[in-house]
């Protein structure tokens, strides 16, 4: 892997940052994730007012929104070698500027056609942006400083899925839908400016070979999981089809990891894999990121369609997971110092099986006070589990396998996102099937009280799987021994 020199002299303020608590670069980095991620999740209520203004249905936009994830799988695994190809703040600055100026034209589509063509440019700059982002910072923070770091950049993933839908809303209503791409205008130009001002020059030794086989095989893969899984989270399920695209992104997947494995120069190292604590959060850790993703997607539709709630009261139990997000931050940093990962991981998780579970006995007839407590509580397990995994990963990482273990947390991560919403789609139809087999009209939201509870056991077995995790663990970022 080629090895990149900083000039530090010609960004003290980035330099003088990382040293003095939460790098600026870091800030940066996260609130351009948080433009990313909100612009994904404020399109689902506009797309009536789009579709209006398109002459088309709602239904057809959705291809917009399936265009600019489909994009995102496919590209992503190639952005640790753009990064090191390129330079990271080369690659940042070009991903911010096609990410702007396609949600400019996306404000100045006529018809829907230009729309999906518009999002994938726009899905190209987002697909490079993230994990280049994260790559720069993890590069240029100490370890004693990543749990503070990690925990700014997890805060927009968090957030944006809670208050993305309730802003589109808004921007809907007193505006139109395209002051949702306006509004990324300015945020953009201002990011290109200091991300070229603060963003480390990087000098790559030599050029890094381009491993196509590698590129066409992990993208195809990706492609294939990401179109089965949405298909199969859709009202109308195309089995055969979802089933035959999962089926080949499992064998291309397999076929991806053989060639990685065995090419002398592939597009992703996978010795990361080895580390333990890189590992256990690629796996335990996934099915935490899995149920994580499923919250946002299920409680709406609980409290909307299973217990007949108005989407704005709706709305405002939902911000209660936000809050508990907020609350929490502060404090994850001082507890992980304190206790270290694995006891705070451990309790924790379990703390999140609980209040998922406590989430499938809610009523209509729970008193509100209540209801807003357990999921400002699930909202606290929440925050901490998703930062605390997230600083794992990369707690033991070395610098030189840095940008692999980046490309494949980046990965994996995407695969997790779309893997929540078909887990929690999943839950509901198998609670359809149970309400149907068993009779039970009659209880209000049964189908999504089953949906939490296959959320909780699959929270279960990522928790038995940081149960592996030794005393020691991430010692290098906790301190703790």
């Not at 991620?37 to 929104?65: E, H, K, R, W």
């Not at 993208?219 to 979802?242: F, K, P, R």
Request: proline share 6%; glycine share 10%; charged share 10%.
């Amino acid at each position: 892997m080629s090895q990149s020199k900083s000039d530090a002299s010609e960004h003290p303020q980035g330099d003088s940052a990382v040293n003095s608590g939460i790098s600026v670069i870091a800030l940066l980095v996260a609130a351009a994730f948080f433009m990313e991620f909100i612009d994904g999740t404020v399109i689902a209520t506009a797309l009536p007012q789009m579709a209006l203004s398109f002459g088309v249905s709602a239904v057809d936009l959705n291809a917009g929104m399936s265009a600019y994830m489909l994009t995102l799988a496919v590209l992503i695994p190639a952005s640790g070698w753009a990064a090191e190809r390129f330079g990271a703040r080369n690659v940042f600055t070009f991903a911010l500027g096609v990410f702007t100026l396609a949600s400019l034209f996306c404000a100045l589509a006529t018809n829907v056609s230009e729309f999906i063509i518009l999002r994938i440019i726009q899905g190209i700059g987002g697909a490079l942006m993230v994990p280049v982002g994260r790559l720069t910072v993890l590069k240029t923070t100490p370890k004693p400083q990543l749990i503070k770091a990690i925990a700014t950049l997890t805060w927009p993933a968090l957030v944006a899925p809670i208050l993305g839908p309730p802003l589109g809303g808004f921007i809907t209503h007193y505006a139109s839908w395209h002051w949702i791409f306006y509004i990324n205008v300015p945020l953009g130009i201002i990011a290109m400016m200091l991300a070229w001002r603060l963003f480390p020059q990087e000098k790559p030794d030599q050029p890094k070979h381009f491993d196509k086989p590698g590129f066409l095989l992990t993208g195809l893969a990706m492609l294939s999981l990401v179109t089965g899984l949405e298909l199969i989270s859709q009202d109308h399920i195309l089995w055969i089809t979802a089933i035959a695209l999962l089926v080949a992104g499992v064998v291309l997947s397999v076929l991806a990891l053989r060639h990685l494995q065995r090419d002398p120069a592939p597009m992703v190292h996978l010795g990361s894999l080895a580390i333990p604590t890189f590992r256990i959060s690629m796996g335990g850790g996934s099915l935490f990121r899995v149920t994580i993703s499923a919250v946002p997607f299920l409680l709406p539709l609980m409290f909307q369609v299973g217990f007949g709630m108005d989407p704005f009261h709706a709305g405002l139990l939902v911000l209660a997971v936000f809050a508990g997000n907020l609350a929490m931050k502060p404090a994850t940093t001082p507890l992980i110092r304190r206790f270290g990962f694995r006891p705070v991981l451990v309790v924790n998780g379990l703390l999140s099986v609980f209040s998922l579970l406590f989430c499938a006995f809610l009523t209509p007839g729970t008193p509100g006070w209540l209801v807003m407590l357990l999921l400002f509580l699930g909202g606290l397990s929440r925050s901490m589990q998703f930062t605390g995994i997230s600083t794992l990963a990369f707690s033991d990482v070395p610098a030189k396998q840095m940008a692999d273990a980046n490309t494949l947390f980046s990965t994996v991560l995407q695969l997790s996102v779309g893997l929540g919403i078909t887990v929690g789609a999943l839950g509901t139809r198998l609670g359809e099937q149970l309400i149907a087999a068993m009779h039970w009209d009659a209880i209000p939201g049964l189908s999504f009280k089953v949906a939490f509870v296959v959320i909780a056991i699959l929270t279960l077995f990522g928790w038995l799987d940081i149960l592996r995790l030794k005393p020691d663990a991430g010692v290098s970022v906790s301190g703790k021994k």
